[in-house]
T-cell receptor, first 113, second 113 residues
Framework: AQSVSQHNHHVILSEAASLELGCNYS??????LFWYVQYPGQHLQLLLK??????LVKGIKGFEAEFIKSKFSFNLRKPSVQWSDTAEYFC???????????FGPGTRLSVLP | DGGITQSPKYLFRKEGQNVTLSCEQN?????MYWYRQDPGQGLRLIYY???????QKGDIAEGYSVSREKKESFPLTVTSAQKNPTAFYLC????????????FGDGTRLSIL
């Protein structure tokens, strides 16, 4: 069965620090990859997605993610975090464009002002 | 504004009791989903529906039931057979099953008395 792992349960950073959140998946076939974000007290929102093409994907609010097929990874990055980035981040994977949608366990990011 | 409405926000269940969580969307989306969120486990799919009068089991359907009599409504019943129902439940929708969940509700937190 397909699974998604996120390396860090809780990440604490100071403002302006660089961010990288790890995401690895187990499925070896064609995958579509997503990062979702849930700000405190808000809905889960789509941050960015990868279907095909350029493996470096740019999302909203300065986030980007890189798909490395050989490593089965889709790490989320941001060069300089802000206090407002404090949230929980979920990586998700589907195979065959929408089937078997699987979420990772989530990483809580706390940014200190 | 279009979106997904879940109710109630908090729900308490007595032992042996069935409870129903409401999910309504006015986005005209065909596909709807129910997820369960537990700490450290991310989101797990309970049931999904691709179209009215059709629904399929997800990864953890045991102890749950759903119906899809109307396009805009996808209620989830947590039955007494679900032995560990305490969790946060999220409803989501997408244009079709071939698309990732695009909109999420605010969630319902279910606790056992």
């Amino acid at each position: 069965a397909q699974s998604v792992s996120q390396h860090n349960h809780h990440v604490i950073l100071s403002e302006a620090a660089s961010l990288e959140l790890g995401c690895n998946y187990s499925y070896g076939g064609t995958v579509n990859l997503f990062w979702y974000v849930q700000y405190p007290g808000q809905h889960l929102q789509l941050l960015l997605k990868y279907f095909s093409g350029d493996p470096l994907v740019k999302g909203i609010k300065g986030f980007e993610a890189e798909f490395i097929k050989s490593k089965f990874s889709f790490n989320l990055r941001k060069p300089s975090v802000q206090w407002s980035d404090t949230a929980e981040y979920f990586c998700a994977v589907t195979q065959n464009y929408g089937q078997n949608f699987v979420f990772g366990p989530g990483t809580r990011l706390s940014v200190l002002p | 504004d279009g979106g997904i409405t879940q109710s109630p926000k908090y729900l308490f269940r007595k032992e042996g009791q069935n409870v129903t969580l409401s999910c309504e969307q006015n986005l005209n989306h065909d596909a709807m989903y129910w997820y369960r969120q537990d700490p450290g486990q991310g989101l797990r799919l309970i049931y999904y529906s691709q179209i009215v009068n059709d629904f399929q089991k997800g990864d953890i359907a045991e102890g749950y039931s759903v119906s899809r009599e109307k396009k805009e409504s996808f209620p989830l019943t947590v039955t007494s057979a679900q032995k560990n129902p305490t969790a946060f439940y999220l409803c989501a929708s997408s244009i079709s099953r071939d698309h990732q969940p695009q909109h999420f509700g605010d969630g319902t937190r279910l606790s056992i008395l």
